[in-house]
């Protein structure tokens, strides 16, 4: 009689109380053990051949060794089945006051069906059975288990609807995972309007084909912290409260077919494109490149046609300088230094602003250069381009239009990126502003050998050179000196944020001196929009300090935990990869390596070879150094000047001899370099 007293004084408090009262549970008053073979052993192992998990619940198989299953006793203590005693114990099967309290069979090929009886055990918390080939309806019976709290269906073929009964657990459920599964029709609301469930935190229902529309009552879910309905079909719009839940750190609501307006809310939330891909392309708004409504009264057809067009061809900047070459422009070059940044030429076309260095260009040189795409960023394609007369080359990065803030704020703003100089940083010679709004910025060009490609390929750099510990070294160095430069203040100007510190942003000549792109471009030039695009890449691949999620403004200690990333890459020569998404970061790799005590293991190969002692070279050091600069609380990361000043302190000891000075190279016979 147990179950019957145990299931019905709560049975009275659910709506659902009539399935339990249809069910013959109330006549047949089994033990749990008795359940499990009576009812769940069939029902899961359905026509299938003999299942080599299943077959472990027999009689002549003490409990304790049934595959999969938890129990415990009346008053709630865990059966422990460790001792040997227990193990062998075959009288434990016979005992009808044992209660199942979890069944996990994961990937077990369990081919039957859920059966309603899943509902009738009195303690049961944990069902997993995830990735196996389970079908058809979810019972609606399993509402009534009173213990349930997590519950992982995902990866099977489950079809029919999902029993509104579902949320008759929601004082209990902690995390429900139907992922991967073929369920249809809408997603049920909870019976009352009250029902919060509260300690919900993971809701997935992704890759399944609920149809209709957001559930809606979601959003009053207090809990939740991921929330995934991706890959199903979904419409309409997304509701206003959902970008207000202050505790949703996943969201995917990516390929269904969402649309109208996202809540303006999710502009400034750390979720990204990623969460809504593949919608509508009726879904507009921030995050999502599709602005609603142009307001510049440009279709969007126009700005896509100018884009494309400018980055289509080779002849790269001929529809800049169409009608150039009437020139209406006044040819008064301004030879006189250009430290503030000297207006040289200003036609019918627009202006150039020119700055130390950047003397010798005209307006005519750089529109009729001719160039090649080197890289497409979000707010930019760059270019190498050719200046006529042999005059070199120059890197032009071509603004999209949009992403740039207007003429007034970006000035001031290019002319103080125009006084950056720094020898391990790309140098800004000009800025260039059409009048149909085209905006240029020409740095000096630098042969696109990118720290990213070097340490993961790609890039085509045939025979890489090998990047031992005082390479390395050296280009941390350089890299951290560039990003302490920026951060001082300097002649009454305030420090420069970089903004996007990443291996990608870093070129190396063939002597291994870095060179700091795109320095201060984001927190200073672009739009909030164009800057969130810039920042969601930045955290998709895992340089962003953790309060970025809630803060959107890169501070110079954002710039730090960045190079803290950055550092950690060049030790472990691994890409770094972001927390956020369940994944291993590289600082967790390391705390997890020091914490097996297995650190020395955690360097790239190629940075340990040759390093006899690890804490002698400087590479113990520089690991404590990057952990230091990842801490998760701002304000206990050290100062860009402090780490650079550490970094010298620790330098590797080949350092001190021919590694640091230009004929390094050819010092290293044997060692491969490319001279790009
Ligand atoms: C009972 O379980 C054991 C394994 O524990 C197995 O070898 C045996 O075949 C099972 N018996 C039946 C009847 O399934
Ligand atoms: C085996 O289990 C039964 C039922 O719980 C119990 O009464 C008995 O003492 C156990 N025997 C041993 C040797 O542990
Ligand atoms: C739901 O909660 C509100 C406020 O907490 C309360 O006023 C209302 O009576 C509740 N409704 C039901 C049906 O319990
Ligand atoms: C979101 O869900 C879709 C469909 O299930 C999946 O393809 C995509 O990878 C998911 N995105 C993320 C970021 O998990
Ligand atoms: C998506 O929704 C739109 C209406 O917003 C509808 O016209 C279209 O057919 C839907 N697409 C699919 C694939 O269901």
Partial sequence: MRTTARALPRCLLLFACFFLLRSPLLVVAAGDVDLVIDKLKPALQGAAAANAQLATWNASTPLCLWRGLRWSTPAGRPLRC????????????????????????PAAALAGRLPP????????????????????????????????????????????????????????????????????GAIPAPAGPNDTCDRLRILDLGANRFSGDFPAFLTGFRGLQRLDLGGNRLEGPIPEPLAAMRGLQMLNLSYNNFSGQLPPGFAASSFTTESFLGNSPALCGPPLQQPCVSPSGLSSGSVAGMVIGLMAGA????????????????????????????????????????????????????????????????????????????????????????????????????????????????PLRAFYQGRRGEKLLVYDYFPHRT??????????????????????????????????????????????????????????????????????????LLVPSAAEAVLSAARA?????????????????????????????????????????????LPSLVKAAVLEETAVEVFDPEVAKGVRSPAEEGLVQALKLAMGCCAPVAAARPSMAEVARQLEESRPKASRSALYSPAETRSEAGTPTTAA
């Fill in 315 to 426: 002849v790269v900047l001929a529809s800049v300088s169409i009608g150039w070459a009437q020139g209406r422009w006044r040819r008064n070059r301004v030879r006189r230094a250009a430290a503030e940044g000297v207006e040289t030429e200003e036609g019918g076309e627009g202006k150039l602003v020119v700055f130390q260095g950047g003397e010798h260009l005209t307006l005519e040189e750089v529109l009729n250069a001719t160039g090649q795409v080197v890289e497409k960023a979000s707010y930019c394609t760059v270019y190498k381009a050719k200046l006529a007369d042999a005059g070199g080359s120059i890197e032009l990065r071509l603004l999209r239009e949009g992403s740039c803030k207007d003429a007034a704020s970006c000035g001031p703003a290019v002319r103080r990126i125009g006084r950056a100089r720094h020898e391990n940083l790309v």
């Fill in 82 to 105: 460790d001792a040997a005693a227990a193990r062998a114990n075959l009288s434990l099967a016979g005992d009808a006051a044992l209660l199942l309290t979890s069944i996990r069979l």
């Fill in 117 to 184: 009886e899943l509902g009738a055990f009195a303690a049961l918390e944990t069902v997993y059975l995830a990735a196996n080939s389970l079908s058809g309806a979810i019972p609606l019976e399993l509402g009534n288990a009173p213990a349930l709290s997590e519950l992982d269906l995902s990866g099977n073929a489950l079809s029919g609807a999902l029993p509104p009964s579902i949320w008759n657990l929601c004082d209990r459920l902690a995390e429900l995972r139907l992922h991967g599964n073929a369920l249809t």
């Fill in 451 to 524: 720290l990213h490609d070097l340490l993961h390929g790609g890039g085509g750099l045939e025979g890489r050179p090998a990047l031992t510990w005082p390479r390395r070294h050296k280009i941390a160095l350089g890299a951290a000196r560039a990003l302490a430069y920026l951060h001082e203040s300097r002649h009454g100007d305030a420090p420069v944020v970089h903004g996007n510190v990443r291996s990608s942003n870093v070129l190396v000549d063939e002597y291994f001196v870095p060179r700091m792109t795109e320095y201060a471009v984001v927190g200073r």
């Fill in 541 to 585: 691949d895992g340089y962003c300090a953790p309060e970025l999620q809630t803060m959107k403004r890169c501070a110079p200690r954002t710039d730090v935990y960045a190079f803290g990333i950055l550092l950690l890459e060049l030790l472990m020569g691994r890409k770094p990869a972001p927390a956020a998404n369940g994944g291993d970061d």
